[in-house]
């Protein structure tokens, strides 16, 4: 046990004010879009639909890879 | 806990409990700025009851429609009667019978072939929405100029109904709306824009409280000082499908519920005491009165197109001598949108429409009435491409990037943005084409529909 005794310490960074800035604004244009294109659906609208879902999708895959990244950069 | 400064994991924990609850605030107000950006949208009631959005500005004067003393009373020439008159002048006589008889052996190929759209059922089915406006005249039934059955006050025994005139419009506004008004509002009453004749009579103002019509005049009561200008929107599922016998159906069953609209209307006001002409499209022009009462603005058709609607409504008004709180015109920023968006025009396919930038007091023919400024369009033209379709085309309507159904929230957020900012009016045009909105809807998916239909759209 060569490291008995020994002190590791780990330090977790607080998240910037702008990370909440982004996630909040990420969040409403979340739903805005979700509401969005379920409505196209219900107007007929079937491009305007497919084109929500999309960035529906691109919009989440954007949030999860930034919630990544920045996770990464707090240890 | 071996290995991990302690110290460090409780400074640690408390951060991460700080975090959960700022994550929770950051949430409830993620969550709670949608109803209240909704709110901000919804926008307030003002004295005289009308529900607008906060983007629809009330304004001292139209935002188009400026006139000079040219203007002066239409002469109300019904645009069917005009046609007849221009194609004669244009093609000979008797071109117009022959053009209608080949029009109508073209849709009888179209059912039997059962052409989408243009088959029997779409056919009949606009017929069928047509019933009560083709059923009517002015003056006369169900627009009689006084009542029709209702008991006046003096026959209950009661005195006429009085009230405050903003407590008067709001009464009539809410029983409006409830007969099938999408908008309503008050405008005073402008004898220039009462047609100077009707079925061949003389339409005259006088001195007198009960409006009349005789074989010679028909008689305005100079007393109706107001008028309760009114909007029908039209089923946007219907519409989708023009130029078809589905988006005839549209236009069709707009003008009943218009004719139904007025008259109830008018009905009510006559039982709380007043006197009241219920009118569709005969009598006056609607648009002027429209843009008065706030419905909409003048656009780039040379018709109304209203913030809530776009320009797929039909509009009808009741003149009436109940004295009232009047409304002022709004601006939505609409004017400014026409210029650069073009798509009505873009889309006509018999192009009647101006691809101006500006607006100017340059009529294009007869059917334009003279000394105002607008954006004209060729009516004749426009009329001959109804010919190539069922009664009326529709396109124009059906493209405005102004036409959605209130179903997405994105539709109010872009109107409210183009109102503030119009250097973002380019790019929802551009969006608008992107998402494919404005495009012929399969007329053959109508019927396959399993929702029930409504006005609404």
């Not at chain 2, 005009?82 to 059912?111: F, N, P, S, Y």
């Not at chain 2, 989708?240 to 003008?255: E, K, N, Q, V, W």
Request: include cysteine; charged fraction near 20%.
């Amino acid at each position: 046990m060569p490291n008995s005794g020994s002190t590791v310490s780990i330090t977790i960074r607080k998240r910037p004010w702008w990370f909440w800035t982004f996630a909040g604004l990420w969040a409403l244009l979340e739903v805005l879009i979700v509401q969005t294109a379920v409505a196209s659906v219900r107007e007929s609208e079937y491009r305007a639909a497919a084109m929500s879902w999309t960035a529906v999708a691109v919009l989440a895959a954007i949030g999860v890879l930034g919630c990544l990244f920045q996770g990464r950069s707090r240890v | 806990m071996q290995g991990v400064n302690r110290s460090n994991y409780v400074e640690s924990e408390g951060k991460r409990t700080g975090r959960r609850a700022l994550l929770t605030a950051a949430g409830l107000i993620a969550a709670g700025s949608v109803p209240a950006a909704v709110a901000l949208l919804e926008g307030t009631t003002n004295g005289s009851g009308r529900k607008r959005a906060r983007w629809v500005k009330d304004v001292d004067r139209p935002t188009l429609g400026e006139k000079t003393a040219e203007f002066k009373r239409f002469s109300g020439s019904n645009i069917f009667e005009l046609h007849k008159q221009l194609k004669t002048e244009r093609d000979g006589v008797g071109a117009l019978e022959a053009e209608q008889a080949a029009k109508a052996k073209r849709l009888a190929g179209w059912m039997r072939q059962s052409k989408p759209g243009f088959r029997l059922p779409d056919h009949q089915l606009s017929e069928g929405a047509w019933t009560l406006m083709k059923s009517i005249k002015p003056g006369e039934g169900l627009l009689s100029w006084t009542r029709v059955a209702v008991s006046t006050p003096d026959e209950l025994g009661v005195a006429r109904h009085t009230a405050p005139p903003e407590e008067m419009a709001q009464t009539v506004k809410v029983a409006a709306r409830l007969y099938g008004a999408g908008l309503v509002g008050i405008a005073p009453m402008n004898e220039s824009y009462v047609n100077l004749r009707q079925a061949r009579r003389d339409i005259v103002f006088e001195d007198v409280t009960v409006p009349a019509v005789t074989d010679t005049k028909v008689v305005i009561p100079r007393t109706m000082k107001w008028v309760v200008a009114i909007a029908i929107p039209m089923d946007l599922d219907l519409l989708s499908r023009a130029p078809t016998s589905l988006g005839d159906a549209a236009t069709g069953l707009g003008y009943s519920h218009s004719a139904f609209t007025v008259a109830s209307l008018a009905e009510f006001i006559r039982g709380l005491g007043y006197q009241a002409i219920p009118s569709v499209n005969d009598t006056a022009l609607s648009v002027p009165f429209a843009i008065e009462a706030g419905i909409g603005e003048l656009s780039r058709l040379n018709r109304l197109v209203t913030p809530e609607f776009g320009p797929a409504v039909r509009l009808c008004k009741v003149f009436t001598d109940l004295p009232m709180a009047c409304d002022t015109p709004v601006d939505f920023g609409l004017v400014q949108f026409c210029r650069k968006c073009k798509k009505c025009a873009e889309s006509c396919p018999s192009g009647a429409l101006s691809f101006d930038d500006e607006p100017s007091f340059k009529t294009k023919g007869p059917w334009n009435n003279t000394g105002h400024k607008a954006w004209f369009e060729d009516s004749y033209l426009c009329f001959q491409h109804w010919q190539q379709v069922d009664n009326g085309c529709g396109i124009c309507l059906a493209s405005c990037p102004y036409t959605k159904a209130a179903r997405a929230w994105i539709h109010d957020v872009v109107k409210a943005t183009a109102s503030v900012a119009p250097v973002t009016d380019g790019l929802f045009r551009v969006l608008d084409d992107a998402f494919g909105y404005g495009r012929q809807h399969d007329p053959e998916q109508w019927w396959a529909k399993d929702t029930p239909h409504g006005v609404r759209g």
